[in-house]
């Protein structure tokens, strides 16, 4: 049982340049969650997923798109990078009827030039 | 949209010290509340909630949190820090009809040997 994970761990990206990352759970929850981690300003959400096949913005989703085409799998999606979307970004999942019980991946760490 | 302050940004102590974080949040209705911990170099994990009922709860590592409904505060409470308690702390709400969480900003605790 592996959790939460992400992929990949770290990325360095290009202003301009696109790219995906992907998120993976195996406890078959139905909710899904990207967030970003900035310093002094905590986690703040982008999109979030309720089941396979929907998705919904957060709080920051400018520039991010997300797909839930299966339901273990979550990708974050940003297709014309900026280094404004220099952050840590973190994945999450959880139950349908514990929703505030979020399993955390590990954290992809995107620097963009 | 809610908020949450977390007073402090950095706490340095010393081991056996007793440690006290604030967190205020500004939504009037119903609410849950989370501490989340994130030691160096892991993803978060979830310190201890409250959903209601006795408004003092304690969480795992011998962490405590204290909900005053009149002050809209859930202050983190340890009465002896340990080394392994370095880590940043974050404060967490959502309402009580939604499933999204929203953080304070964060606040890193040094313990010191």
């Known amino acids: 049982n592996a959790g939460v994970t992400q992929t990949p761990k770290f990325r360095v990206l290009k202003t301009g340049q696109s790219m995906t990352l992907l998120c993976a759970q195996d406890?078959?929850?139905?909710?899904m969650y990207w967030y970003r981690q900035d310093p002094g300003m905590g986690l703040r959400l982008i999109h979030y997923?309720?089941?396979?096949?929907?998705?919904a913005k957060g709080e920051v989703p400018d520039g991010y798109n997300v797909s839930r085409l299966k339901k273990q799998n979550f990708l974050l999606g940003l297709e014309s990078a900026a280094p404004s979307q220099t952050s840590v970004y973190f994945c999450?999942?959880?139950?349908?009827?514990?929703?505030?019980?979020?399993?955390f991946g590990p954290g992809t760490r995107l620097t963009v030039t | 949209a809610q908020s949450v302050s977390q007073h402090n940004h950095h706490v340095i102590l010393s081991e056996a010290a007793s440690l006290e974080l604030g967190c205020n949040y500004s939504?009037?209705?119903?609410?849950?509340l989370f501490w989340y911990v994130q030691y160096p170099g892991q993803h978060l994990q979830l310190l201890l909630k409250y959903f209601s009922g006795d408004p003092l709860v304690k969480g795992i590592k011998g962490f405590e949190a204290e909900f005053i409904k009149s002050k809209f505060s859930f202050n983190l409470r340890k009465p002896s820090v340990q080394w392994s308690d370095t880590a940043e702390y974050f404060c967490?709400?959502?309402?009580?009809?939604?499933?999204?969480?929203?953080f304070g900003a964060g606040t890193t605790v040094t313990v010191r040997a």
């Open positions: 967490a709400v959502t309402v009580s009809n939604d499933y999204k969480l929203s």
């Open positions: 406890m078959n929850h139905e909710y």
């Open positions: 999450a999942s959880s139950y349908t009827d514990r929703v505030h019980e979020q399993y």
């Open positions: 997923s309720v089941g396979e096949g929907t998705t």
């Open positions: 939504y009037g209705g119903t609410v849950n």
